[in-house]
């Protein structure tokens, strides 16, 4: 079973910048589809970006312009920027084979907190 560990969060100033990534246990991982899925306290679950094989690319837009989400190979990156207290979540990433449905693999979160 492929594992997802992502690295990066931590705290941060408002309007700083936090590149947040995503490996996968497994060196042979290529899903179709990878995200990033952000949960904040007492809120749903929400997709913050996602891309597929193609590279092409979607974005929450409460993210649009500030978030930008890349892969090399296996890991996957989010590259914040221009961070707002309202984007102080757990951010976890996941993968899944299939362009349409849920994703399969999720991995364990990291706290990003954005505060003065």
């Known amino acids: 079973q492929v594992q997802l560990v992502e690295s990066g969060g931590g705290l941060v100033q408002p309007g700083g910048s936090l590149t947040l990534s995503c490996a996968a246990s497994r060196t042979i991982f290529s899903p179709n589809v990878m995200g990033w899925y952000r949960q904040a306290p007492g809120l749903q679950r929400e997709l913050v970006t996602s891309i597929n094989s193609d590279s092409n690319t979607n974005y929450a837009d409460s993210v649009k312009g500030r978030f930008t989400i890349f892969r090399i190979n296996n890991p996957v990156f989010l590259q914040m920027n221009s961070l707002k207290p309202e984007d102080t979540a757990v951010y976890y990433c996941?993968?899944?084979?299939?362009?349409?449905?849920?994703?399969?693999?999720w991995g364990q979160g990291t706290q990003v907190t954005v505060s003065s």
């Open positions: 996941a993968g899944k084979y299939s362009s349409s449905g849920s994703y399969d693999y």
